[in-house]
């Protein structure tokens, strides 16, 4: 079975994999979840895809400025992420550890995804 070409639905599958992965482990393990886990998944599923739609549209009108507008995406991930967690930290939640935990597994799960959509079209940009 081949992935779908179109990035957004590739975003999807793997947003969909991500929640069937938190379900499971609060099923099994629901004490490595924190309460606040949809929030957090919530955030970076928008953020991720709103990054994304950022790159393409950059990357299509300014391509030659290529290395320029990933470190752009980069940034405004990270410093989106500070801000979260800095807002969801500040009012004092339970558990902070194990939220921040939570966060970064899922901050890497979707910069994962972003590293694998910047290799498979790597060949198509540098044409």
Same mark, same amino acid.
């Given at each position: 079975?081949?992935?779908?070409?179109?990035?957004?639905?590739? *975003?999807?599958?793997?947003?969909? $994999?991500?929640?069937?992965? &938190?379900?499971?482990?609060?099923?099994? %393990?629901? $004490?490595?979840?924190?309460?606040?886990?949809?929030?957090?998944? !919530?955030?970076?599923? &928008?953020?991720? #895809?709103?990054?994304?739609?950022?790159?393409?549209?950059? %990357?299509?009108?300014? !391509?030659?400025?290529?290395?320029?507008?990933?470190?752009?995406?980069?940034?405004?991930?990270?410093?989106?992420?500070? =801000? *979260?967690?800095?807002?969801?930290?500040?009012?004092?939640?339970?558990?902070?550890? %194990? #939220?921040?935990?939570? *966060?970064?597994? =899922?901050?890497? *799960?979707?910069?994962? #995804?972003?590293?694998?959509?910047?290799?498979?079209?790597?060949?198509?940009?540098?044409?």
């Amino acid at each position: 079975m081949a992935l779908p070409k179109n990035i957004p639905l590739r *975003f999807l599958l793997a947003t969909v $994999v991500l929640v069937s992965l &938190i379900l499971i482990l609060q099923i099994i %393990l629901p $004490v490595v979840v924190h309460t606040k886990i949809w929030e957090i998944v !919530g955030f970076m599923a &928008i953020t991720s #895809f709103l990054i994304s739609l950022l790159n393409a549209f950059l %990357l299509k009108n300014f !391509g030659e400025n290529f290395f320029q507008i990933m470190v752009l995406a980069m940034i405004l991930r990270f410093i989106a992420s500070l =801000v *979260f967690i800095g807002l969801e930290v500040w009012p004092g939640i339970p558990n902070i550890i %194990l #939220f921040i935990a939570d *966060f970064f597994i =899922v901050f890497l *799960f979707y910069l994962i #995804f972003d590293i694998y959509a910047f290799l498979s079209n790597l060949r198509p940009i540098s044409k």
